[in-house]
């Protein structure tokens, strides 16, 4: 590479490190984890009495224990109406499937008990795990790390079991494994990646599971099936398979309730919900709600059993619960309620209605000690909670305690029970809202924001937005390796202001070091701004006196007008886009917002070519009086013609534009309750299978037929390179086997699953290799070109058998050369090699890896939005057009900026129309089994596959965008048709090769899309900070504003990484044609 390309690269490379320390600064404060308490609660403690199993019932450490051993078992995403018994429902697959459950309740009304059981946003699996173990409440940042598990420290009902010599036995989601390793007696875990599996986690836990409940060396037995939630991933719970997967879930739940004895008690719960679509992690009603069931032969409960009334609990509640059932302290940053149904029920509280309330409040008392004195130590470290309200509550909770004691002191000593009855009542109420006042303010300020670090990333990404303002007013000079001093000392500001706040951030944790690094950032901002409003009036000027010397005053000023109203138009929709990230209303319906902007562009450009055309003709019919009739005419006919076609390039895409929102997925702001109920019925494509098939097929063909038609319209397929050949053959098997794949998943699922594995993955990762020897083909062989070999004059005649028709093939032969080598000796210039493809060499270049990405991003994206990739073609292909008629007529207008935000729009809209949204749920993990059979131990690759999935349109129209600037160079299918308004035709057409005769012009328009595209993704990177920052409190910022910034941040970082690769691929064009070049000199 060239020095300058390599200068032109680093500084790519350096803003986009701006960009992504400043968020990651910004993260670390707005993301930031809880305060988690290192102490772990002891079983003597001064506020309860350790009971020794003498006065009634056995042993315990803060209440006596109710049971001896315990059976949980964890139904992933068992949600409510999965259990639930329903009369009268629409018939569903997953409704009434739980006969067990039902009988249970039914004739065991004492013994069993189902409850909805909530749980705490966000709802993946890591996180609930957690809160059902911990009994603390998860943070936002923490689903982040639902992928890589990491050891739970915190004090959680499973050390305090292994502390008091319980021995635990583990079935199942290997998750528990990491995160309690070495605390599981004996443990059967498995893989639990793998969504596309249904049986083996299943089918593996209950191969062992009733075994090891026959054993007796063993107090816990925990088993996490996997299998419903995954029946939920791959097809959503409206299919008989979830049917099938609940039935199985009900004839475990029936072997192992006849399995337990009287000191048992089994929990079978679900750790959150799912959606119609089956996904989970928001915090919609389906994903939150989830059922647990209790059960045990003997008695758990002395309420009574109203059917079709259920009590709602918080997941948290289970810790609390099961801890004191066993006989074990409570955790000590538990913020769960002891569930009351099963406290009231002991041999001592028999037929005694006062002693099962007391049996209950007493449960209740030491719960709410046990969060006060968590709350206590808590606000030691942290000064997030308020303290005046929880002063009242403390007092409200001294004031019940000494109410209890003196009711105690009547009853138990001076046997005056009274009104005892009601005391109790009134004390069980205090207890309870003492403990869910507290949950209430923990849930509103839990997260620690750390301002000092939010602040600190905001002023490094606005310092980034002036270091990228700066490099595009001097980019002309960039380009042509003119010295700049300026710039020299715009680097040193912001590489010591960065690296200083990196350390601070992450080293230094200092105020004075904090207040050092704001000064300097406030320095650098004030420094650079006045370096660019320098740069800004050096670059005017110049270009005053260039316009001076080669125009008249009324020209300039009316160039000067036309660039200020189209970076109006590009000013006014960035700041529109940008402020959008402030409303929650806009966010939620940012997918119609992007349409319409978009379309605007689109219109925009319609609306410039009409008013050139309009002043071209009304310029020719004043100076064509002079010509004859039939030539005006013939203008007017042209003109007509022109308008009709730029009108049908700009209906067309718009169409095209419009069409993906056919593909969108809402989100949950935006169903109807019919939707969210999933009562409307499938969508038209779902309805015929063999349709959505064949139509999906035909799109995949068209979108790989269009670009290769275009590159052998160009002449870039006529070689016999490495690169040609794929683009000829290797491309269009990988479509097919594209084809097969989606023709496979329509096999009945028993079919496909009892297929060998490699039969299932053949076809996907045949696409990945064609598609990776293809990138490796450009590599090697960069140009798309064919060098027509020189003319022999020397006669060869072919060789035939025993001279058989010699004189007819001679006299063919002859024919067939004669007009060709009469032209090369008549040629004077026949020495200069004739090149097919070199006026497209850099277009096709583009196009030739687009197509491979096509074919990637297709497999991954699925059939079903084929057809929405079919209208980003066809529509950027019509936008294309559009655009290079309206460079090549409006020369006098600068239109780069214009078709640059039309593509980010475009980006921005096919996010949504290829079935995406910024929200938790809608990330679909499903695209890391294409091609693999799953259980990754190395996270890359899936990693990799899903965010090729989630930002297709991102890698797509960003490899695209230096077609902005190659295409308006070569012959588009249409633009030909407006030559006659040209003020003067080009006698030797060069295409887009003329670049590379102008490498100083190529380099700065390079510098100008990207830097540009940079700077509005920066501005929308930096807006999305802002909204969060400024809506951290806001009751929706978990829900919109947090998702948001995190898809927006992704979506920045990996436009800017695709921008990067695509000017790598330049390059490497760039440096093979010179050398090709020089070789041509040489030869010739």
Not at 514 to 535: E, R, T
Not at 734 to 754: C, E, G, R, Y
Not at 891 to 900: F, K, T, V
């Amino acid at each position: 590479m060239e020095i300058s390309t390599l200068k032109y690269l680093f500084l790519l490379f350096y803003l986009f490190f701006m960009y992504f320390v400043g968020s990651i600064i910004f993260t670390k404060g707005f993301l930031l984890k809880r305060d988690v308490i290192s102490i772990n609660s002891s079983c003597r403690v001064d506020f309860a009495t350790y009971w020794d199993g003498k006065s009634h019932g056995a042993e315990g450490c803060w209440l006596h224990r109710r049971f001896d051993r315990v059976v949980i078992i964890v139904i992933d995403a068992l949600r409510f109406d999965f259990v639930a018994p329903i009369k009268d429902a629409r018939e569903k697959p997953y409704i009434n499937k739980m006969k067990t459950v039902h009988d249970l309740l039914q004739h065991k009304p004492q013994n069993a008990r189902l409850y909805k059981f909530t749980a705490d946003p966000p709802t993946t699996t890591l996180q609930r795990l957690k809160g059902l173990t911990t009994g603390s409440l998860p943070t936002f940042v923490d689903a982040g790390s639902n992928f890589a598990s990491a050891e739970i420290t915190e004090d959680n009902f499973i050390d305090q079991l292994v502390k008091m010599g319980k021995k635990i036995t583990f079935l199942g989601d290997d998750t528990w494994t990491s995160l309690f390793p070495g605390r599981f007696h004996r443990e059967y875990s498995y893989p639990s990646f793998n969504v596309k599996d249904l049986h083996t986690v299943d089918n593996g836990i209950l191969a062992n599971i009733y075994q090891e409940i026959r054993l007796k060396d063993w107090d816990v037995t925990i088993g996490h099936f996997l299998g419903v939630d995954h029946c939920g991933h791959r097809y959503g719970p409206n299919h008989l398979a979830m049917s099938d997967k609940l039935k199985q879930m009900d004839d475990m739940i029936r072997n192992v309730t006849q399995r337990l004895d009287k000191n048992t008690i089994l929990f079978v719960l679900g750790d959150h919900g799912m959606t119609q679509s089956g996904d989970h992690g928001g915090d919609s009603d389906e994903e939150l709600d989830a059922a647990m069931f209790v059960y045990s032969p003997s008695q758990i409960t002395a309420s009574k059993y109203e059917p079709g009334r259920y009590k709602t609990v918080s997941q948290i509640d289970l810790v609390p619960t099961i801890s004191l059932l066993l006989g074990t302290p409570i955790p000590f940053s538990n913020l769960g309620t002891v569930v009351t149904d099963l406290m009231n029920h002991c041999s001592w509280s028999k037929d005694s209605h006062i002693k099962e309330v007391y049996h209950s409040v007493e449960a209740l008392r030491v719960n709410a000690v046990q969060i006060s004195r968590y709350i206590t130590e808590y606000m030691k470290t942290s000064s997030d909670l308020p303290k005046h309200k929880l002063l009242l509550l403390n007092e409200r909770l001294r004031n019940a305690e000494m109410q209890l004691q003196t009711l105690v002191t009547n009853m138990f000593t001076n046997n005056n029970a009274g009104n005892a009855h009601e005391k109790l009542h009134y004390l069980e109420n205090e207890y309870k809202e003492y403990m869910q006042e507290v949950r209430k303010f923990c849930k509103e300020v839990w997260a620690k924001f750390d301002m000092t670090s939010m602040v600190l990333g905001i002023l490094i990404l606005a310092v980034t937005l002036l270091v990228n303002i700066y490099l595009l007013h001097v980019s002309s000079s960039l380009s042509e390796d003119r010295d700049n001093g300026t710039m020299v000392i715009v680097l040193i500001l912001s590489f010591v202001f960065v690296i200083f706040s990196i350390f601070q951030s992450f080293y230094l944790d200092d105020g004075a070091v904090s207040i050092m690094a704001f000064i300097l950032g406030l320095f650098d901002f004030i420094a650079l701004g006045i370096i660019i409003l320098i740069a800004r009036n050096s670059t005017q000027k110049s270009e005053k006196k260039s316009s001076e010397n080669s125009v008249s005053f009324l020209q300039s000023i009316g160039k000067n007008l036309n660039a200020s109203v189209d970076n109006s138009l590009t000013a006014i929709i960035t700041l529109i886009t940008s402020l959008s990230f402030f409303s929650n209303s806009f966010v939620v319906f940012e997918d119609d917002v992007t349409l319409f902007l978009t379309q605007t562009c689109v219109w925009f450009f319609f609306l410039k070519v009409i008013l050139k055309l309009w002043k071209e003709t009304k310029f020719t019919k004043d100076h064509s009086k002079t010509k004859s009739k039939s030539v005006r005419t013939d203008m007017k006919k042209f003109s007509s013609q022109s308008v009709i076609l730029v009108l049908m390039l700009t209906f067309a895409c718009s169409v095209c534009v419009r069409l993906s929102a056919n593909f969108r997925t809402k989100r949950e702001e935006q169903m109807t309750e019919e939707e969210a109920a999933g009562e409307t019925g499938e969508t038209n494509l779902d309805t015929n299978k063999n349709m959505t098939y064949f139509l999906s097929v035909a799109c995949l063909l068209v979108s790989i037929y269009l670009p290769r038609k275009w590159l052998a319209e160009s002449g870039n397929l006529n070689s016999a390179s490495f690169s040609t050949l794929c683009a000829r053959y290797l491309m269009p098997v990988a479509a097919i086997a594209t084809v097969l794949f989606w023709a496979m998943q329509h096999l009945p699922n028993k079919v496909l699953d009892s297929l060998p594995v490699w039969q299932q993955v053949l076809l996907p990762q045949t696409v990945y290799i064609i598609v990776i020897i293809s990138f490796i083909a450009f590599v090697i062989s960069p140009m798309l070109v064919y060098t027509l070999p020189k003319q022999n004059n020397q006669m060869s005649i072919p060789s035939t058998q025993n001279g058989k028709d010699i004189f007819q093939k001679v006299f063919k032969y002859v024919k067939s050369n004669w007009e060709s080598n009469s032209a090369i000796t008549n040629d004077t210039q026949s020495d200069v090699p004739k090149v097919f493809g070199l006026g497209t060499v850099y277009a096709a270049a583009i196009v030739y890896n687009g197509m491979a990405f096509i074919l990637l991003l297709s497999l991954l994206l699925g059939e079903g939005l084929s057809p929405s990739f079919l209208t980003a073609i066809c529509g950027i292909f019509c936008f294309f057009e559009l655009f290079t008629i309206c460079v090549k007529l409006c020369r006098e207008s600068d239109l780069l900026p214009n078709g640059l935000l039309t593509m980010s729009l475009m980006i921005a809209n096919y996010f949504y129309g290829f079935g995406h949204q910024a929200t938790i749920p809608a990330i679909r993990f499903e695209a890391a089994f294409i091609g693999f059979s799953g259980d990754w131990e190395n996270k890359i690759i899936p990693a990799f596959l899903i965010h090729s999935n989630m930002f297709a349109a991102e890698i797509f129209f960003t490899f695209l965008v230096p077609l902005l600037i190659l295409l308006p160079c070569t012959k588009g299918a249409i633009v030909e048709y407006f030559s006659f308004w040209r003020d003067s035709r080009e006698n030797h057409w060069q295409g887009d090769f003329v670049m590379h005769e102008n490498q100083k012009v190529f380099r700065h328009l390079q510098m100008k899309i990207f830097f540009s595209l940079y700077l509005y993704q920066g501005f929308k990177l930096s807006a999305s900070i802002l909204a969060a920052a400024i809506h951290k409190r806001h009751l929706m910022v978990w829900k919109i504003f947090a998702p948001r910034f995190v898809y927006q941040a992704m979506s920045t970082f990996t436009v800017f990484a695709v921008a990067i690769i695509v000017t790598m691929v330049l390059a490497r064009v760039n440096s093979s044609l010179t050398k090709w070049m020089a070789k041509i000199k040489q030869n010739s």
